[in-house]
């Protein structure tokens, strides 16, 4: 008897359903790999899906890098308001510091009585902007 490996044309001569069955078995299994290296290599191939993949990956990237930029942005800005609006209270309180008694009183006289007649300024005002816009457009011609 010469010692030749099982054909699958050949029956097995001892345990012949438990060996076919390891052999299905193992078939399939190798079946199996070979499927998923053949899926493997074909990704690998595919220069266009890879490329997406990494444009799709850069924008994620860029996204992130904007939003970040923005909330930075946005906490700035709130910083430079705060500092802003902590400033104009310095120099008013100082100005009032500096400004005699006398002289803040009769600014806020001045002011209130501008509010209180501020339709008339107003239309004061408007009347004043439309004679110099005619005048002005009188003088080109």
């Known amino acids: ?5 099982n054909l699958p044309n050949q029956p097995h001569k001892s345990g012949s359903t438990s060996s076919s069955e390891e052999l299905r078995d193992r078939i399939e299994h190798t079946r199996d790999e070979l499927g998923q290296t ?3 290599l074909a990704a690998k191939a595919d220069v266009r899906a890879q490329a997406k993949e990494k444009a799709a990956d850069i924008k994620a990237q860029a996204t992130d890098m904007a939003a970040d930029a923005k909330a930075q942005a946005q906490d700035l800005t709130a910083h430079a308001r705060e500092r802003a609006s902590a400033m104009t209270e310095q120099a008013v309180n100082f100005v009032k510091d500096k400004t005699p008694d006398p002289v803040l009183d ?3 006289r001045v002011a209130n009585r501008a509010w209180a007649n501020r339709t008339p300024l107003i239309a004061i005002g408007t009347a004043l902007i439309v004679i ?6 009188r003088g080109r011609k």
Not at 132 to 137: A, F, I, N, S
């Open 38 to 40: 053949v899926e493997a």
């Open 132 to 137: 110099l816009l005619v005048r002005r457009g």
């Open 1 to 5: 008897m010469t010692n030749q490996p």
């Open 106 to 108: 009769e600014a806020d």
